[in-house]
């Protein structure tokens, strides 16, 4: 049946894709200029940023910003390294935990029975249309009150009621066929050995959908430095980041520094996704709200 | 779908005393005296293991967003500076927000209205169309420019507020005057991020930009899972063209990963309205150029003090992204 049966997906390259190459290779550019033009400016040495008229790509790459940027302090005397540290500290937490609740709560909501389950689940739908920016106001009082001001646990709790992870594991699970874990059950095993022994390894993608998610929540936040931290010594990198831009305008010995530490700040978004993206898109599949 | 080693199985051989006691339970469905109060039991033990796995979840949700948002309505009522206990002074902030507050009516709900319109909708199109386009194509180029897409919503936020700053920047010296000098096109330099005029069309385009997200991702895969005989009975029944197709089987047979996307676009097109401030490094933005309704609560909520009124506005917001989500659930919810 191939008279003019789909080309969607398709096994190899074909000369009528050209079109479609044409389009997306002219939007990507567009998309990556950006990008290049990050790695660029963070490797510029000193006289190519004040070069005039200014050029985009870097001729001679040198690691100076990146040196100088480590030794920097902000205004406050903070070295920066310490925000580095406060924000790997806060976003392994974050991607760990977010990882194992949602988990546990995928599983609940798809397998188990128990009062306000739909409740809960519907529940959890709407507040995927939440925006936590919003509701800043009240959270802060709710963080005063549970004492969590000032602490790493400030940054890291909040970040955790994600509903959009909770989502997506549930819809994951409910592809586990309940015979197998039927099986299991009668041969003995309680919730959690299910949960640990078929549960978890078979939601691993996911997991891994998840943890980029959480990810990138914890690395480019910077709302709970601002508003739940008074402790310049407990705020993030991505927190120092926002700083740096105000000083910006007209700074061009600054702006090397900041597009360093834009780097950082990029780098590890784009590892964690080469790595998992072909389980992202395979998590995705099941994603689907209806 | 591969089926991990289920070593179960084994564990249980070692310990055969469960067996015969749960065999009993699953298949005891009739109500004899004894068996009741044992399935009542199990019920409850059902109940308290079920609660283990949802309770993390649950308290987190609850102290982050449910009492959040109830706190918020609360306090919508009130007159709060944070020094002074709420006074209640019923619907006085929705009165005055609607009729005294001159710039949220001249400058903030325009400018949210025309930027929710842009970067929503666009927004939304384009991520279906390059979705679309890159199912196109085999796999191997698909996984590069999928990653080359993506990429910008991975820092979209302060990262990238920088570099697009040094790019915007004011001086002749920042790199787009100097390109626009060079070609003749302005004759002398623009201070794009501080400029009421400009201020709004880059928020704009940086945030198209970086509105490839997770929506993007999981319509691509709604779009790779479609199932190929629906196409070529579809080619059968006499549809023609590629736009026939798309129309008429490719988005009916995602629905769900469309309302996914949709879902995604609003919630990600409210939080992308920071990036006015980021860029003009300013809250207010100059002239109001570039505020919309989230800078508009920092602004009265974290710079003012104005507690109250600062989350009459917040609920007004929640309200606004719950009835845009609806009406895509109108769009692409499946009724049943």
């Given at each position: 049946m191939s008279i003019k049966s789909t080309k969607i997906n398709p096994d190899k390259f074909h000369i009528s894709q050209w079109k479609f190459y044409v389009i997306l290779l002219a939007l990507s550019t567009f998309m990556i200029l950006p990008i290049i033009f990050m790695f660029s400016q963070a490797l510029k040495p000193m006289d190519e940023l004040f070069l005039y008229p200014p050029r985009f790509l870097v001729h001679k790459p040198t690691m100076e910003n990146f040196g100088d940027l480590m030794s920097q302090t902000s205004t406050t005397l903070v070295p920066i390294t310490r925000y580095l540290f406060n924000s790997v500290i806060i976003t392994g937490s974050v991607v760990l935990l977010t990882c194992l609740v949602s988990a546990m709560a995928g599983f609940a909501l798809s397998k188990k029975n128990f009062m306000m389950k739909k409740v809960i689940f519907e529940a959890n739908i709407i507040a995927m249309m939440f925006v936590p920016a919003a509701v800043m106001i009240p959270r802060y009082f709710i963080i005063e009150t549970l004492g969590l001001t000032d602490t790493f646990l400030g940054h890291i709790l909040p970040l955790l009621a994600l509903p959009v992870s909770v989502f997506l594991v549930k819809q994951f699970v409910?592809?586990?066929?309940d015979s197998l874990l039927d099986a299991a059950s009668i041969d003995g095993a309680n919730d959690f050995v299910l949960f640990r022994k078929i549960i978890f390894p078979m939601i691993m993608p996911a997991l891994a959908t998840v943890a980029i998610l959480a990810f990138q929540l914890a690395w480019n936040n910077i709302e709970t430095s601002v508003i739940?931290?008074?402790?310049?010594?407990?705020?993030t990198f991505a927190f120092y980041m926002n700083t740096l831009t105000s000083k910006l305008e007209n700074n061009v010995a600054g702006q090397g520094m900041a597009a360093a530490a834009g780097l950082i700040m990029f780098i590890p978004n784009l590892i964690i996704f080469i790595f998992m993206q072909s389980k992202v898109i395979n998590t995705m599949a099941h994603s689907g709200l209806k | 779908m591969s089926l991990p080693d289920v070593s179960v199985q084994r564990e249980e051989e070692s310990n055969p005393a469960v067996l015969p006691k749960q065999a009993g339970a699953s298949e005891g469905k009739r109500p004899t005296l004894g068996k009741a109060t044992f399935l009542q039991k199990k019920k409850w033990r059902e109940e308290g293991s079920a609660m283990v796995f949802i309770g993390p979840f649950l308290i987190l949700f609850i102290l982050f967003i449910v009492i959040p948002v109830i706190a918020a309505i609360g306090l919508s009522f009130t007159y709060f500076n944070t020094v002074e206990a709420p006074k209640f002074i019923g619907l006085q902030n929705y009165v005055n927000l609607l009729t005294q507050d001159n710039v949220f009516m001249m400058y903030v709900l325009p400018n949210t209205i025309k930027f929710s319109l842009i970067v929503g909708p666009i927004g939304y199109a384009l991520s279906f169309w390059l979705a679309w386009l890159l199912a196109q194509i085999p796999k191997k180029s698909r996984t590069v420019l999928t990653l080359v897409i993506y990429s910008p919503s991975m820092t979209a936020g302060i990262a990238m507020a920088v570099v697009w700053l040094i790019i915007f920047?004011?001086?002749?010296?920042g790199y787009l005057n100097s390109m626009l000098l060079k070609l003749g096109l302005i004759y002398e330099p623009v201070q794009w991020t501080q400029s009421p005029d400009y201020l709004m069309p880059i928020m704009v385009v940086v945030s198209l930009w970086g509105s490839m997200g997770v929506g993007f991702l999981a319509m691509l895969a709604g779009i790779l899972n479609v199932d190929k005989e629906l196409y070529e009975a579809a080619y059968i029944d006499g549809i023609k063209s590629r736009l026939q197709e798309v129309f008429y089987i490719t988005i009916p047979s995602m629905k769900p990963q469309m309302l996914f996307g949709a879902v995604m676009a609003v919630v990600g097109t409210v939080q992308a309205g920071v990036i006015g401030v980021q860029l003009s490094g300013a809250n207010p933005t100059p002239q109001y150029a570039g505020q919309l309704i989230i800078n508009h609560i920092d602004d009265y909520g974290?710079?003012?003090?104005?507690m109250g009124y600062a989350s009459a506005i917040s609920v007004i917001l929640l309200l606004i992204v719950y009835l845009f989500s609806k009406l895509c659930w109108r769009l692409f919810g499946e009724k049943d």
């Open positions: 409910d592809q586990i066929p739940f931290m008074n402790d310049e010594n407990l705020k | 920047s004011g001086d002749s010296a974290f710079i003012r003090y104005e």
